[in-house]
């Protein structure tokens, strides 16, 4: 009898991230507590992984039951969706402080621009807690263990805020990659409507899954209200938190840098020559690990109160980096998009969320359409 031929090893799967949210310090971390988080998917696709993270806690948090599930609506489960997920093949996991860990993969399908619901219950916990603080998306938690639970009558308490949960990936072809925002509030979406998904990057998610000529289907949004390049402060600084919210990604391809208002407004004095040694660092690293860089101009804030000729001064010097130095791999020009005609220091007010530096609803789409999808593919 012939020797059967030698089988070839199964080809690790390319996983894709199809949600994320950039990881902050937190409140205290209650223990004997469940939270339900709401997410909205990119990039449909098999092999579901959601990536819990001890990022900012000083002590190790087990987590004892962890599900996955669609959401119907408010806190309450498509009857038979909620499933449970695996670490290592075991129903919980402990993990230790500035620490992270990524789930067995789930089998199914997660469906593209879907509500994905992932319900899990904190054992053990103590000291500060690692989550999002500015979701724009209710989620829910509750005392004891209701995690399996799929009706949201346990479910009695709301909360703005994302804990623990900061990436979910899907299985996708190896053609298939993700682009990931790395940005501030206007990325996190301050001023856009709660629970509707209309964050800029949310509207940019829907154009990528429509387009049928690129390759990109995955968006995570890594912005932090008040988040700096530079510094740190409100998050960690873009810099400093590079590796861990952007490259380290599942699948990522691009990276979509769009950050710099809060160092220039700030009043600490900060130069063009200082912002332009951030980018530059970021466009080299991002590089250095095959990602492309995609950058946006900063938007006018004239009208808000650290608006001042001198931060106006920086705000252009770094723009005209931005538009003409050619080390970025593509533009986005939201300064031209948004900016009033007859005031180009200032928003349009169609776009104005109100405050003169955040877009509203149509600022935050107009921000996506602004974007050339051809932009964000580049030859690394």
Request: charged residues 20%; negative net charge; contains cysteine.
């Amino acid at each position: 009898m012939a020797a059967a031929p030698p089988t070839s090893p199964a080809k690790p799967a390319h996983q894709v991230v199809t949600w994320g949210a950039s990881a902050d310090r937190q409140g205290e971390a209650p223990r004997d507590r469940s939270y339900r988080m709401v997410v909205r998917t990119s990039a449909g696709g098999t092999g579901t992984r959601v990536h819990l993270s001890n990022a900012f806690g000083d002590q190790p948090v087990t987590f004892d039951s962890v599900y996955a599930g669609k959401r119907r609506e408010g806190a309450q489960l498509v009857p038979g969706s909620n499933r449970p997920l695996t670490f290592g093949g075991g129903g919980s996991v402990t993990v230790a402080p500035g620490d992270s860990v990524f789930s067995d993969p789930l089998s199914g399908r997660l469906t593209a621009q879907s509500d994905l619901v992932v319900s899990f219950h904190v054992l053990s916990a103590g000291g500060p807690s690692t989550g999002h603080g500015m979701a724009m998306q209710t989620s829910y938690a509750t005392a004891g263990n209701h995690s399996a639970e799929e009706g949201a009558e346990s479910w009695t308490d709301r909360t703005g805020s994302w804990y623990y949960l900061d990436a979910v990936s899907v299985e996708k072809d190896r053609r298939t990659s993700a682009v990931v925002a790395l940005g501030d509030s206007i990325t996190d979406g301050w001023q856009s409507s709660s629970d509707t998904n209309r964050r800029w990057p949310d509207y940019l998610s829907r154009r990528l899954q429509s387009a049928t000529g690129s390759g990109i289907k995955g968006v995570a949004n890594e912005g932090i209200s008040g988040n700096k390049v530079l510094e740190d402060g409100a998050g960690v600084s873009a810099l400093n938190r590079l590796d861990r919210d952007v490259l380290s990604q599942p699948g990522v391809s691009t990276v979509f840098l769009f950050e710099g208002i809060n160092d220039i407004k700030s009043h600490s004095g900060v130069s063009v020559e200082e912002m332009v040694a951030g980018y530059r660092e970021i466009i080299a690293r991002s590089h250095a690990v095959g990602t492309c860089v995609v950058g946006a101009t900063v938007l006018p804030f004239k009208g808000w109160s650290e608006f001042d000729p001198e931060s106006e001064a920086v705000r252009q010097g770094v723009n005209a980096f931005i538009r003409t130095s050619g080390e970025l791999d593509g533009v986005a020009d939201f300064d031209k998009m948004l900016r009033s005609p007859y005031d180009q220091e200032r928003l349009l007010p169609f776009f104005d969320g109100g405050d003169h530096l955040h877009p509203n609803d149509k600022g935050m789409q107009a921000l996506a359409d602004a974007v050339d999808l051809r932009s964000l593919e580049c030859d690394r």
